[in-house]
């Protein structure tokens, strides 16, 4: 079963999942070539923003900063705690879907306030407060989301944060590579997985995500309590090692994202022995867990490992029964600003 079957084609966030692939190919990475210029000169860059507009966007960022190491000063937080910061040397970037989320503009308006520079925005609609606000606002090209869970914006808003990247170390690799990455993205979301593990984890009291610290398990543990509305953890880099197990249950599922090799002795002992839960990686590589394959490519693996969680997400809140577009208390819009 794939998210190309008739058992999925009525929902509204399958459709927008599968339209990523092509958000992807049509993406252009010239865009924010003044936003990476003013962020070299500054020297330092502050990403903000709620639920899925900042982690997977700002973390993947921050991470292909940090492992290029470039001379840039990068941070995320939420916009009510960036209110309690001294800002005054970082270019902002500042997403929001909406373009009116509450935490966001309250703090542009703090520091615009301030005589601020370099406010940058992205957005999936135009004339919102961020682009008011913002000195310059990139305006997404995916179009409308009907689904609660964002899929394909939060794709494009990691984009338009690669572009900076590939901007700021003149690299082109990205550009050169979208359409390929568009093709292995749609053959990921179209992709059957083993139904064993979809059982295991359609009947689990919680599902974990594992992995680095770059915004691709943490997104996927939201979208768990959005698709499958099942209790969800995230586990950041080796966390996962180091007690959690005592809260475990046998029936309860960890999915690794590209799991460090020199840790595989350690999870069997900890989970498959001592906890007895289902272990299942999602890699490039073999493991010795049941695995998810992933395909290579330079500057979208990140996007790829996104994808894969999103595809099987679906296919374990469908194996639930449930409707993936109806969630029972969720909303669009988090936290509105009215004003």
């Known amino acids: 079963m794939n998210l190309t079957d008739s058992r999925y084609k009525d929902f509204a ?10 958000v992807i190919r049509n993406f252009d990475f010239s865009q924010t ?30 991470y292909g900063v940090l492992k290029r190491g470039l001379p840039i000063a990068v941070a995320t937080d939420g916009s009510f705690q960036g209110c ?67 899929t394909k914006s939060v794709v494009e808003q990691a984009l338009v944060y690669r572009s900076i990247l590939c901007n700021l170390i003149k690299c082109c690799e990205c550009d050169a590579n979208k359409t390929a990455a568009a093709d292995l993205s749609a053959q990921i979301m179209t992709t059957e997985y083993d139904p064993a593990i979809i059982e295991k984890a359609a009947n689990a009291r919680t599902i974990f995500f594992a992995g680095r610290n770059d915004g691709v398990a943490e997104e996927l543990t939201l979208k768990t309590n959005e698709i499958t509305r099942k209790q969800s953890d995230f586990l950041e880099g080796t966390y996962a090692l180091h007690g959690v197990e005592e809260i475990m249950r046998e029936n309860d599922v960890i999915f690794f994202v590209e799991p460090f090799e020199s840790e595989f002795e350690k999870m069997q002992s900890i989970f498959e022995k001592n906890v007895g839960c289902t272990v299942v990686a999602l890699s490039t ?19 790829f490992q996104l994808m894969a969680g999103w595809n099987l997400l679906v296919q374990i809140g469908t194996a639930e029964g449930i409707n993936l577009d109806k969630p029972n208390r969720a909303r669009k819009i988090g936290n509105e600003f009215i004003g």
């Open 33 to 62: 070539a003044n936003m990476a210029k003013a962020i070299e000169q500054t020297g330092a860059v502050f990403l903000t923003g709620e639920g899925s507009s900042r982690i997977f966007p700002a973390k993947s960022f921050i």
């Open 84 to 150: 309690e910061y001294d800002l005054s040397r970082f270019a902002v970037m500042g997403a929001s879907n909406s373009g009116k989320t509450k935490e966001l503009i309250t703090l542009i308006k703090q520091l615009k306030a301030k005589g601020q520079k370099n406010i940058f925005g992205v957005t999936a609609n135009a004339g919102t407060p961020l682009q008011e606000l913002s000195d310059e606002c990139v305006v997404l090209s995916c179009g409308k989301e009907d689904a609660v869970a964002a």
């Open 285 to 303: 590589k073999d493991t010795p867990f049941p695995t998810i394959k992933l395909p290579e490519l330079k500057g979208y693996e990140k996007f």
């Open 13 to 22: 966030l399958v459709k927008e999942m599968l339209e990523t692939a092509d």
